[in-house]
């Protein structure tokens, strides 16, 4: 080692060996290459880069939910990727207003691995079957719309139709409108 | 009424005088020899050396006795006194440390000779070394100090300022410490020798003598010091708690050129343990001030400040630099720096790291009472993103346990800042650095706290939570500074060999530190080598592609690959398929330059592979 800061052989390396080099892009942006490369993307579901298929640290999914009570519907999220990722979580947030216990209507989606669950070896597809997840399987005991939470337990059928309502016409729940989102 | 000994010491020739300060900076500890112990046995006490400094100055000592009233201690106060059992002696004798006479006893009028045959003490200074506050006795006359003693004492003539001027010199620190009075701290090094003549003497020592624990390759060498001094670049990254601490100790260590770089302002709340700054350094440059103020205090050193983010400075800055140091608060800037580092590396056709290309690196890091330090000698040991997972995640609630079933302060803190606001004020930025939007936040937890019924939200825990704060401890970055400044002195000149490789500390009972060789991830994005591959750059994208397939080793594991370039994503398949497709008819040298790294990615790859192009035709050309 004592090569290397040697006082009489400092060699002074050619200034070529850094130009061009560089970091251009954070460690989080390479791991996230790697996520997009791999995606999986379902039936009815699609992603879209709006700055440009060179900044993957944001992006939107929309996914058609294809069973379960919010069939029909169209529901884009918005994910924001920090340079601190994969030890960060994506910050996913629901775009569309939706009728739903686990997602509020501010957009905030209550996801257990997007927040105190997440871990790096999880990807951008594992968020993605979680918020599938969501739609298949509202959550009531754990509610963020709590109106929501409450009208799936104490009266699923109507609970059910509103959301359905809202979905294909446009539908007023509780004095909120949650327009449509075929 | 206890007796009362009056010492009073003589006036000290010029050597007698710098013993004394020697013994002072030391803390040593004056012995004192009494004769009249027991037996005539002569009693040894020890004494702080500050006790007895001011000649003539009237010091009271407790004076102890055993039952049978020897006298066999002199100290300040009980409490320092460590033999048993004790009883204080009664009555006054006043002995008097006189010129070359020692002592002299004088018994106060009115006093019992309470000590048989009236005993005369014979005090005298001898060798600093003693030990510490206790009283011992010594059944052996020990031989120190016994020489001298005739002549009678002289008269104290001295101004009060002669035989208390070496009190007014703490009292001048004090003043200074309270008043920062830069030029005059200058003064207040010289006088603990941080600038003297024999301030390299230890670093000599370890430079210049063959050992058995010294580093590979270590050659001892005066002119190690002078490299030192002269031609070693060390960069500091951050001047706040840890930076301080860094610089002070990198520069009295005796590191000539010192850069730092911090894009932070100082604020009024650093100032309890950014020592460098001072009130009215308030909202100017961390980096600026820091390199003012170790530069007015230390002797001999330039450090160049700079005040700007790491991002902004090119990469040809941080390679002039021999070694990289860190004092960093966040996990992306030691990635960034990570990141730095690891771009020098390269490795040979075998894949081993070429050692001129290392840039090593030096961390350290505090939370509370907790502490890293660690050596990332890229290529050898574990880069950042080797050990990512020893960053533990933060701590994060639910968001339906903050919006349904708050149990605790932070809770109602957490939802009024990540729910209520978005809710009640959507348009809204929400700065932390705002102090009207913190009082918001913190009067709706209150709110919320008092509906939910749970005790707990303050101000100050709102700022903790909201800001992740957690309190940083001026000890803690002087241990950790302490360790990573010595890392770095190593690491430099090889006079040891360093930790392998990290270093935990944990001061919240007692001191527990660990050190662990962490191992390296062979597929790391960071700092694993990247594989050579040849081809015209007059190749298509497509044609690459298919040749890396093609590849025996390499094409073992691709199935699909994708391919970027840096940020920039050259073919990828699935969803950004369509996009990057024209890509794929592009000649190579086009898109890469000749000795560009690409990132293959693939389903049936661990992990990224990374490429490294060199272009056969130009080598042609070249030749």
Redesign the interface.
């Known amino acids: 080692m004592i090569k290397l800061f040697s006082v009489k052989e400092k060699q002074k390396k050619e200034a070529a060996a850094a130009n061009g080099k560089g970091v251009k892009q954070s460690a989080g942006e390479l791991r996230l290459q790697k996520d997009i490369s791999e995606l999986n993307l379902q039936k009815g579901m699609s992603i879209k880069f709006p700055e440009g298929k060179d900044k993957l640290l944001h992006f939107e999914i929309t996914m058609k939910p294809d069973e379960g009570i919010y069939k029909g519907g169209t529901f884009t999220f918005d994910f924001v990727i920090a340079t601190s990722y994969p030890h960060d979580a994506p910050k996913v947030k629901c775009k569309t207003k939706v009728f739903h216990p686990n997602i509020d209507l501010e957009g905030n989606v209550c996801l257990n691995i997007l927040r105190e669950d997440w871990k790096p070896v999880l990807s951008i597809n594992s968020v993605i079957y979680g918020l599938q997840f969501l739609f298949l399987d509202p959550n009531p005991e754990d509610p963020l719309n709590k109106e929501a939470a409450e009208m799936q337990k104490n009266n699923p059928r109507h609970f059910e139709s509103n959301v359905q309502a809202s979905i294909m016409r446009g539908h007023h729940i509780n004095g909120h409108y949650f327009p449509p989102c075929k | 009424m206890q007796n009362r000994l009056e010492l009073v010491r003589p006036a000290l020739s010029s050597s007698q005088k710098s013993e004394l300060e020697d013994t002072i900076k030391t803390g040593g500890f004056y012995k004192l020899r009494v004769l009249g112990g027991q037996g005539d046995h002569p009693l040894h006490v020890s004494i702080p050396a500050r006790c007895l400094v001011a000649p003539g100055n009237k010091e009271t000592f407790v004076a102890v006795t055993s039952y049978t009233g020897d006298l066999i201690g002199i100290s300040y106060d009980m409490s320092q006194m460590q033999c048993d059992p004790l009883k204080r002696l009664s009555g006054t004798n006043e002995v008097t440390l006189a010129e070359n006479a020692l002592v002299t006893v004088t018994q106060a009028a009115a006093a019992p000779p309470v000590v048989k045959e009236a005993p005369t003490p014979e005090v005298k200074r001898t060798a600093p070394k003693a030990a510490v506050g206790s009283a011992q006795r010594r059944k052996d006359g020990d031989k120190e100090g016994e020489e001298g003693g005739e002549a009678a004492p002289p008269p104290d003539e001295r101004t009060w300022l002669q035989r208390n001027w070496i009190y007014l010199i703490p009292m001048m620190f004090m003043l200074l410490n309270g008043l920062d009075i830069s030029e005059l701290a200058e003064a207040r090094i010289h006088a603990i020798g941080m600038n003297g003549a024999d301030r390299w003497t230890d670093l000599r020592k370890l430079l210049t003598r063959p050992g058995k624990v010294t580093?590979?390759?270590?050659?001892p060498?005066p002119?190690?010091l002078?490299?030192l001094q002269e031609?070693?670049r060390v960069l500091c990254v951050g001047a706040g708690g840890l930076g301080c601490e860094l610089l002070k100790d990198l520069a009295l260590q005796g590191f000539g050129n010192i850069d730092v770089i911090d894009m932070d302002t100082i604020d009024v709340s650093n100032l309890n343990r950014q020592f460098l700054f001072r009130m009215k350094d308030v909202g100017k440059s961390k980096a600026e001030v820091a390199a003012e103020r170790i530069m007015k205090r230390v002797q001999g050193v330039t450090v160049t400040p700079h005040h700007c983010r790491i991002?902004e400075k090119?990469?040809?800055f941080y390679?002039q630099f021999?070694i990289l140091v860190l004092g960093l608060d966040s996990?992306?800037a030691r990635?960034?720096m990570?990141?730095?580092a690891c771009?020098?590396l390269?490795y040979d056709d075998e894949g081993n790291p070429d050692?001129?290309?290392?840039k090593?690196m030096v961390d350290g890091g505090t939370e509370g009472l907790k502490g890293h330090a660690r050596v990332i000698l890229p290529g050898v040991t574990p880069c950042f993103?080797c050990t990512?997972?020893l960053?533990p995640?933060?701590?994060?609630?639910?968001?339906?346990?903050l919006?349904?079933t708050p149990r605790s302060p932070a809770h109602c803190i957490e939802y009024a800042h990540?729910?209520q606001w978005?809710?009640e004020r959507?348009g809204d930025e929400f700065d932390t650095d705002n102090e009207e939007h913190m009082r918001w936040v913190y009067d709706k937890a209150l709110q919320r706290s008092e509906h939910f019924g749970i005790q707990g939200v303050t101000w100050q825990l709102t700022g903790g939570v909201v800001k992740n704060i957690i309190p940083a401890i001026a000890s803690t970055n002087a241990i950790i500074a302490a360790a990573c400044a010595l890392e770095t002195l190593k690491?430099?000149?090889?006079c040891s060999t360093g930790i392998n490789n990290y270093m935990m500390y944990v001061g919240a009972d007692g001191v527990y530190t660990h050190t662990v060789a962490y191992e390296r991830d062979p597929a790391c994005?960071?700092c694993s080598s990247s594989v050579p591959f040849e081809i015209a750059s007059t190749s298509t994208l497509q044609q690459v592609m298919d040749a890396l397939m093609a590849d025996k080793t390499l094409g073992a594991n691709l199935a699909a690959p994708?391919i970027?370039h840096?940020?920039?994503?050259l073919y990828?398949?699935?969803?950004?398929e369509e996009?990057?497709r024209d890509n794929l008819s592009k000649s190579i040298g086009e898109l890469v330059?000749d000795?560009?790294i690409i990132?293959v990615?693939?389903?049936k790859l661990v992990?990224?592979m990374r490429v490294k192009l060199k272009y056969s035709d130009l080598a042609a050309m070249q030749q």
């Open positions: 580093g590979p390759g270590f050659e060498d002119a190690l002078e490299f031609d070693a991002e090119p990469m040809e390679e021999h996990l992306e990635r960034y990570n990141q730095v771009s020098f390269e050692m001129s290309t290392i090593p993103e990512l997972w960053f995640p933060q701590t994060k609630f639910p968001l339906c346990t919006a349904e990540l729910i978005q809710q959507s690491l430099i000149t090889m994005t960071v994708s970027s840096g940020s920039e994503n990828m398949r699935g969803v950004l996009a990057t330059e000795g560009g990132q990615n693939d389903k992990s990224t």
